[in-house]
């Protein structure tokens, strides 16, 4: 089953949330960015076999996790706050900012925007 991580990068930590094709949370949580919570971020992705990482900034903040995820051989795609934005705002009804609804947020931008059999950019 293909699945997007959509993942809110900060300066000291990222947050990321596995949906399902059906924008079905499969899996979250918040991880450190040292080398120990990469790993556990990294080894929680891979527990899903058919996965795109959807990154909040890849030239902006996010730009360090994702060069690392590309380098470590995954399939990462950007997704502008531009795009994510509205969408918190009609996911969860009230626009509040968190790093959980912005990682949902961005997942879900990705999977409008990723088609099943895609060949997917890198970051």
Aim: aromatic share 4%.
């Amino acid at each position: 089953m293909r699945v997007i991580i959509g993942m809110d990068p900060h300066k000291r930590s990222a947050t990321i949330e596995v949906i399902d094709r059906q924008a079905g949370v499969l899996a979250k949580g918040t991880y450190g960015i040292d080398n120990n919570g990469y790993a556990q971020m990294l080894r929680a992705g891979r527990a899903f076999p058919e996965r795109v990482w959807a990154i909040e900034g890849c030239n902006g903040i996010g730009k360090h996790l994702a060069h690392r995820l590309v380098h470590d051989g995954e399939t990462v795609v950007d997704v502008p706050a531009k795009l994510s934005a509205p969408v918190r705002v009609f996911a969860v009804g009230n626009g509040r900012k968190t790093d959980p609804v912005d990682a949902h947020s961005v997942a879900l931008v990705a999977l409008a925007h990723i088609q099943p059999g895609d060949r997917h950019g890198r970051c």
